[in-house]
């Protein structure tokens, strides 16, 4: 397969007007851009402008550095509120992989990048156990093992900054709890917003907090899911991302259910990683728009 | 198409022993019942054994009620804990179905029975608004209007016992409250206990109560869904019959989630429907087995 | 609910070049237009350039014949082979159903319709068998009953130029076959190119042509489906615009999997016209760009 | 967790008579047998009879030769069409694998099997090229490279021969073609009959053979799928264990459609495979009954 070519990435937001497609279409036409992908939506609730577009590298005279200064202008036009960023495709994404003792998003993570369907460096993973630890090494992957001594609050707060500082030195795109088992706390919530992914083995809001699998089998669901969010500061209520459901059914013990349910949090978790790291996911309020 | 083959619906539960599958069998066979469907389930968390059993009534030497003599014994030797029923599909199945102003759950149903796919007798529509007197009589059907006074507490207790009358008069098989918008009296919950079907428009336990489209749009969710479920005191919180969803996306507007869902809630409704209708719902504790 | 606003749908397809977003974006923009949904697309195969905007009809200084009339000049701009349409939401969509004894595509139909979901006017509705006109008429809808004589050639010809003439006489926006089981004899899909819409009971191109259902069930598939395609002239080969599918299993038999296929009959072929009948499908050769 | 308790897995078939559910039930219930699940179907149009019982092994007070002895009088009495099978969870499965350059359905199936989830032994992957090999050593499974020279007949059978001595070294109960690029000749096929399972990456019967992606791409579906089908010499054709399908639209690129049906292929496959091998698939005719 052929390298993807090179592209700059526009993500941009703002109180919707009549104009803002114009202005940054004639601006990028004006500069010779060529847009290969382009979408736009406007919240009606909150009239929000949102817009992403995609655009040739080689198209224009001149580099990524020098499109930001110049949308910068641009972007001045349409108020102070207006959010936006340009990412170029040509620097490598990093993602630093935060894992527990269960296995399947890890494995499932570590294939898609060897088979090169997932386009991206994984820098390190840091388990609370070490039980992950193999798999991760024969990747050629550096693995962390960060205890989480239990009942133990000076200990997990001394862990956490064992883990903050292994991640800072990566200074990833994204960390993807994948089905780490820790809640983080508001600081590190913080310091990582925006970046930090969680894949929670429910349909959110349904079953937030311990055992989700359980407490579905409990009420007779029939249905069971996983959803990819946004950490913040709530417990498992942070902006979705991706979501996805299976079918059960009464004849499905807790042990089918949990497998179940681990198939569709791989495939949700791998999308929604995706999607963060083409910044396709915009974030307004507690809502996301994923183009 | 020609009319189904008569049959009797053996449902059963008891506490799990060795031997019932046997008993059950050889009573069935010593007496020449053809066993067209069956179905066995053991909870392993309760410790319940359930079975259903369909079967051919011309191949039985005697009808339903020696049927239901024989069993008894049958039955008797598995406990007094045991539960079972035998139901003659010769038997026509009368629905009686509560709707409100919203149209999509009950064209669906109506045309479902004028089209043969259902095969039931439709007694009786009542609706709390006018507005589907008119789509119910043109399918022959009698409609009566039970006004609920809004914020009248008296006019409303005075309405459920006109409903609860209406219902009473046609001994229904199913209540269906299809999008009914009125929350039943714990009395009436009692009365109709294990043949009052409601489809919530969500999926459950996400969004109960009012709104819960809104409510899924609020919290940016993925997926709708809708819940088919018994009616109990608690509200929303009755035994889950059969659940489904649909993806929605940032595009959509309460008024497109209230569509796409609207597509789920009527085919969640006509499956749990049927599936109550043929017996194939067992209830225990606050969980369902559907064979 | 109050109607939606009135909004001129402006559709739009060159060969790709640099500019084009920015050309139209600008024109809208400098005649005030409000971009109220918009969405582009590019085919990296075949090159083509594809774009659909709502534009909120009160945001323009003039009406929509000055519109296409403006608009016909910056097409032009784009080649010969631009192919764009300009359609007013203002003016009311009329629809035409071919039916023949299978009434659940019908009564979903009416139903959307009857409760103000397709906000559409059903013209007429024409049969090949009487059945379903009483329904029809219950809708206050025309009914035509057209008899197609079996294995006659001639009478079949005949039918055909009534159906036509019927149709011509109210000029529709679609013609859409719902479960009407005669083929269309080539000068129809020519004369209906565009919009005549098909609701084929599999998912295509899986066994295409008669008893769909009963191939599925031969050859032991786990899922059965439904397509909505344009008509043209070979047999259940036109561009599709939506599909779905449904699980079946080894204890469906060809009833269950009929009434398991036809729940999602209904919804895509009612997903299919309604984009069909908002504008959002562009063909280009045999395949559709739904936005 | 606790390794599943012991079972002993019956499947039979014959030609539906009153009595064989009595009858099996009745010489389980008289050793003592503790029956775990139990399924049952009838086809009614072939009139076959199929049932699969899982009975827990400490139950009996004899061990599975005698079993097997006692249940050959039993099947006797159903006539000499009779099909049975009783199987031992105690006895481990082994499964090989055969793979191409295709990484993801191999990454799957072992990380399925590194995690517990899967329990089976992979005895080898065989591989028509080289570069699947690090992996699978890095899960400590022996990895054999059999090179199919393009264009020589006389060299694919030599590599046929190969994989057919590799594999009967095993004698494993899968021969796992994980999308395997090779079509296996008619010896191969009947010498493996009942437990070569493929994985094809379309929804059959559509897009059979080389490059379906492509196929479906082409002809512009909205939907691409997979299927999980025991190898017959007919290519593709023969009866299928499950599908699967993901949705796709006018932006995905054919790579795009690779990953999303690549993430269709896993499942499907890890889910026949497990099927498969608890001996959930009975066979008959062109078609399966899963239980």
């Known amino acids: 397969m052929a390298p993807p070519e090179r592209r700059y990435l526009i993500t941009f937001g703002c109180p919707d007007r009549t104009g803002i497609v114009a202005r940054i279409a004639s601006f990028l036409a004006d500069a010779g851009g060529w847009i290969v992908e382009a979408a736009y939506h406007t919240d009606p609730d909150t009239g929000w402008f949102f817009t992403r ?12 550095e020098e499109l930001r200064e110049r949308f910068t202008a641009i972007a001045a036009e349409f108020g102070e509120n207006t959010s936006w960023r340009i990412t170029d495709t040509g620097e490598r994404r990093r993602v630093v992989i935060l ?17 090169g369907e997932l386009d991206v460096d994984v820098s390190a ?11 991760t090494r024969a990747h050629g992957i550096p693995f962390h093992h960060v205890p989480f001594p239990a009942g133990d609050a000076e200990g997990k707060r001394a ?9 800072a030195a990566h200074d990833p795109h994204a960390v993807v709890l994948a089905r780490f088992m820790q809640v983080l706390p508001p600081e590190l919530c913080a310091e990582w917003a925006g970046r930090a992914l969680n894949i929670h083995h429910s349909f959110l809001p349904s079953f937030v907090g311990a055992r989700p699998y359980h407490q579905a ?3 007779g669901v029939k249905l069971v899911g996983a ?4 950490v913040t500061a709530d417990l498992d209520a942070g902006p979705i991302i991706e979501q996805d459901v299976i079918r059960v059914d009464h004849g499905d013990s807790i042990q089918d259910i949990v497998r179940k349910g681990g198939d569709i949090e791989k495939v949700v978790l791998a999308r929604g990683l995706r999607w963060h790291l083409e910044d396709r996911v915009l974030v307004h309020g507690n809502r996301t728009v994923v183009f």
Chains 1, 2, 3, 4 share one sequence.
């Open 125 to 135: 993973v840091i388990g609370n156990h070490a039980e992950l630890g193999g798999i």
């Open 53 to 64: 577009q995609e655009v040739r590298a080689d198209s224009l005279p001149f580099g990524v």
């Open 99 to 115: 894992v527990s003792k269960a296995a399947h998003c890890l494995y499932d993570l570590l294939g898609r990048v060897a088979s």
């Open 217 to 219: 089998h409990r009420r």
């Open 227 to 230: 959803t990819c969010h946004y």
């Open 159 to 167: 862990a956490f900054a064992r883990v903050r500082e292994l991640v």
